[in-house]
C-alpha cells in the first residue's frame, strides 16, 4: 500500500484543519471583545507593551496570513524583518525600495489589530529617518528598527529624532 496522500485525504486534512482555525479564531473574537479598548495608534500600543518592563514576543511574520496566525495565537505583536521583505519580492534585500519595503509593511499591519515592529535596515540621513518615519506611522505600523551604522556627511554617527505621533 501507498504511504503517498490521495488528493481526497489532502483536501479532508485541509477541511479539518480550517474547522479548527475557525473554531479557534470564534472563541478568540469572543475574549478580544472582553478586553478593553486599545489605545489610539499602534506606536501607543507598542509603547505600552515597552513601558510594562516585562519581556514581550515579537514573532517574524512573512505575510498577512502568517500575521493573522500570529495575532489569533495570542503574541502581543508583530517583527517584520527586512530579510523578508527581499524574501517577498524575491530579489536581494539590498535590491528593495523604500517604497518596496513600505508597501510590504502596510500590507501585513493595516490587517492586523496588534502593534508591528519594522525592520527599516539602513534609515541614511535625520530628513530621510524623518520622512520614512512618517510614512510608517501612515502605514500603520508600531516601531521601526534602524540599523544606526550609517555614517553622516561630516563622519559623526546619524540619529533618529522620535515621532510625536509614536
Sequence with gaps: MSTRTGRREFIHGAGLTAAGLMAASGSLAAARAETPAPAASMGARFRELLQKRDPFETVAAYDVFTARMVEMMGFPALFLGGSLVGDFYAEPV?????????????????HVDIPTLADLDDGGDPMVIYRTTKQYERARVGAIHILDDAVGPMGQATGVIPSTGW
Excluded at 539590498?94 to 493595516?110: C, F, K, M, N, V
Design 94 to 110: 539590498w535590491l528593495t525600495s523604500l517604497p518596496e519595503r513600505l508597501d510590504y509593511a502596510r500590507q501585513i499591519a493595516e
